[in-house]
Nanobody, 114 residues
Framework: VQLQASGGGLVQAGGSLRLSCAAG????????MGWFRQAPGKEREFVATIGWAGDRTSYADSVKDRFTISRDNAKNTVYLQMNGLRPEDTAVYYC????????WGQGTQVTVSS
């Protein structure tokens, strides 16, 4: 499956961004979808995941109550609404599709200034 992430940018602390990830090439609704991020000099870390039907979500403790993951299977798209952004949220955000294997998008840069 091909994944194309978008929506990153530069925002001040406390601001919001909405990331999108459009999927193509396979049946989108068969995949659990997730977002991960990688800050400079750090390993890639889990941010959020959502089940194929959109009824099961999970979040990293660091983003819980600030970020919301959602999906629109009719549009083959998964979203990450990010509110209350902090400088420590600065990273490249990657979209992930998981079924038997894992597929990754190219990443979108999110920079939060203090």
């Amino acid at each position: 499956v091909q994944l194309q992430a978008s929506g990153g940018g530069l925002v001040q602390a406390g601001g919001s961004l909405r990331l999108s990830c459009a999927a193509g090439g396979h049946t989108f609704s068969r995949f659990n979808m997730g977002w991960f991020r990688q800050a400079p000099g750090k390993e890639r870390e889990f941010v959020a995941t959502i089940g194929w039907a959109g009824d099961r979500t999970s979040y990293a403790d660091s983003v819980k109550d600030r970020f919301t993951i959602s999906r629109d299977n009719a549009k083959n798209t998964v979203y990450l609404q990010m509110n209350g952004l902090r400088p420590e949220d600065t990273a490249v955000y990657y979209c992930n599709a998981h079924n038997v294997g894992d597929y990754w998008g190219q990443g979108t840069q999110v920079t939060v200034s203090s």
